[in-house]
Each structure stands twice: as C-alpha cells, then as structure tokens.
Nanobody, 125 residues
Framework: QVQLIESGGGLVQAGGSLRLSCTGSGRTWSTYNMGWFRQAPGKEREFVGVIRRSTTTTLYADSVKGRFTISRDNAKNTVYLQMDSLTPEDTAVYYC??????????????????WGQGTQVTVSS
C-alpha cells in the first residue's frame, strides 16, 4: 500500500512557475512509476507525464513538453513536477499516481494503483 500526498499548488500568473511535490509512504517507493495527471473542470483526467521506476526515464504529454519537468528523489520518497511558462490552459487539479505498469501503459490512468488527493493549480491571464 502506498499513500501519496501532493503539495505546492496555488495561484500563479501566466508565464510563471510552480513546483508540485508528491511524497509517498512505503519502502518500495523506487519500484513504482510515478505519473502526473490533471483534470480541469468539465474535462476528463489527462496524462501530464511520468517518471519510470527503474531508469528514471521521463515521458510527457505534447501539451507540456518543454515546459514541465518531472524528477524524483527516492531517498525522500518524493517526486516533483516543475512547471514553467504556465498558461491559463494549465489550470486544473493535479494528481500524482503510482503504478508498476509497462512502458506502453504509462499514459493510461487506469493502470495506476495509488493516487494522491490532488492539488489545485490556477493560472491567471
């Protein structure tokens, strides 16, 4: 069982930056792929990016590629989502999630076993 807690959300102006953190419990933290998803009002939850468990390879949605960066510190059981050049379209609740799926399934929210409670990010124009 893994419990995840996100932090770092808030209100920021367009063009600004935020860093979200996701801290988890459990001694097997490093064995999980750690994904970030977001859900805007009236929209489905969408994949933002993932950092893989063993190689720390990262993958990103096209909409955030080049602006968002995911990193992890296994010693602290924490994964980070650095968000730069934010736009109002990035406004959403952001969730971190843990899973052990293969590479081909990392964009599928249904393949993640554990989820955080979410943190609100609001970008003003």
């Amino acid at each position: 069982q893994v419990q995840l807690i996100e932090s770092g959300g808030g209100l920021v102006q367009a063009g600004g930056s935020l860093r979200l953190s996701c801290t988890g419990s459990g001694r097997t933290w490093s064995t999980y792929n750690m994904g970030w998803f977001r859900q805007a009002p009236g929209k489905e939850r969408e994949f933002v990016g993932v950092i893989r468990r063993s190689t720390t390879t990262t993958l990103y949605a096209d909409s955030v590629k080049g602006r968002f960066t995911i990193s992890r510190d296994n010693a602290k059981n924490t994964v980070y989502l650095q968000m730069d050049s934010l736009t109002p379209e990035d406004t959403a609740v952001y969730y971190c999630a843990a899973g052990t799926q293969v590479l081909s399934a990392v964009r599928d929210s249904g393949m993640y076993a554990f989820w955080g409670q979410g943190t609100q990010v609001t970008v003003s124009s």
